[in-house]
């Protein structure tokens, strides 16, 4: 019996030490998900899966793209702020769901601060001013002295309202007095294609695809919303050249669900960090003119509650609110 009882005994310590084993499996060990808030076509698109490529790289696991859009952002935004806090389910997150929907609509379904674990800031660039090619405007002061001559008669797309091109159209009528129309789109790639065939004269876009559409000749770009020029583009003015203080950059980075917990954190923020250290990676960035930001969780925390009170000061300013 005691023999029976020290072998009964000797494989209980057995289980408990695989057991111990596999719960101890380090992250990840199952295909990960990061949602992309915006369609595919613009920056959000373009680098969410570029990232999700290098982590799937350097994880050696599966690492897939889900596009889940709509409402400036905010559904994808608010099914990961749902999502079970294991660090399968990320966000590619914009800066247009986490810092300009609190303050811009009267009632979303999160709270970026409650609801969301930031994990690491990962690039920020600016967006471009485009026309199609026929338009009688070159640049943004052409632009405005057109728009003053017709009040109401030109009009710009955008992937939405609530978003940076929207945002940016409402920053230029406000500093420039102008009245020019806001058409929204479902996304940039159906605003984009109108733009180029002539049924709307001028959008908003990433700085990425932008350079993109004016390298193929297919749109022209008017101005750049950096307070300086973009190195890519070093023949486009900057807006603020003609309005001074004008400036609006987008940023992206990763986030999770609240509770992630702080190991899992740790290591995505590392391997993102790595990422972008890498001189291939940044080369790609520059050719691009998206500059990388990286920093600790706690940076990227702090810079959110930044944004969230520069915004509300910028959209109170410009009288802008919606439902």
Excluded: C
């Excluded at 997150?93 to 979303?108: E, V």
């Excluded at 030109?154 to 230029?172: K, N, R």
Aim: without cysteine.
């Amino acid at each position: 019996m005691k023999s029976n009882l020290f072998r009964w005994l000797w494989l209980g310590l057995v289980g408990l030490s695989l057991a111990g084993t596999v719960g101890a499996q380090p992250f990840p060990n199952k295909p990960v998900k990061i949602i992309v808030t915006f369609p595919p076509g613009g920056t959000p698109d373009i680098y969410g899966r570029v990232l999700a490529q290098e982590l799937g790289t350097l994880w050696k696991q599966s690492v897939v793209v889900e596009n889940k859009t709509g409402a400036s952002g905010t559904i994808g935004t608010d099914f990961v702020a749902k999502a079970a806090p294991d660090g399968y389910t990320l966000l590619f997150a914009a800066d247009a769901s986490i810092t300009i929907a609190p303050n811009l609509y009267t009632n979303i379904p999160y709270n970026p601060i409650r609801d969301l674990s930031p994990i690491a800031n990962v690039i920020t660039g600016p967006f471009v001013m485009l026309a199609y090619p026929g338009f009688p405007a070159n640049d943004v002061k052409e632009l405005i002295a057109l728009a003053k001559k017709q009040p109401g008669k030109i009009s710009y797309a955008s992937s939405g309202p609530g978003g940076q091109q929207h945002l940016s159209g409402e920053m230029l009528k406000s500093m420039a007095a102008v009245d020019i129309a806001h058409i929204p789109y479902k996304g940039f790639g159906q605003g984009v294609n109108d733009v180029m065939a002539g049924h709307v004269p001028l959008i908003f876009g990433g700085i990425t695809a932008s350079i993109q559409l004016t390298q193929g000749g297919k749109l022209k770009a008017l101005g750049v919303t950096s307070a300086k020029r973009a190195k890519a583009l070093p023949n486009v003015p900057a807006i603020a050249e003609v309005l001074p203080g004008f400036k609006i950059e987008a940023w992206y980075g990763l986030m999770g669900p609240k509770g992630l917990p702080a190991d899992v954190v740790k290591k995505i923020n590392a391997d993102v960090l790595t990422i972008l250290k890498r001189p291939d990676f940044l080369a790609k960035l520059s050719a691009d003119a998206i500059e990388p930001v990286g920093g600790s969780p706690e940076d990227f925390a702090a810079q959110i509650a930044s944004d969230l009170k520069d915004w509300s000061q910028l959209l109170k300013s410009i009288n802008l609110k919606m439902d």
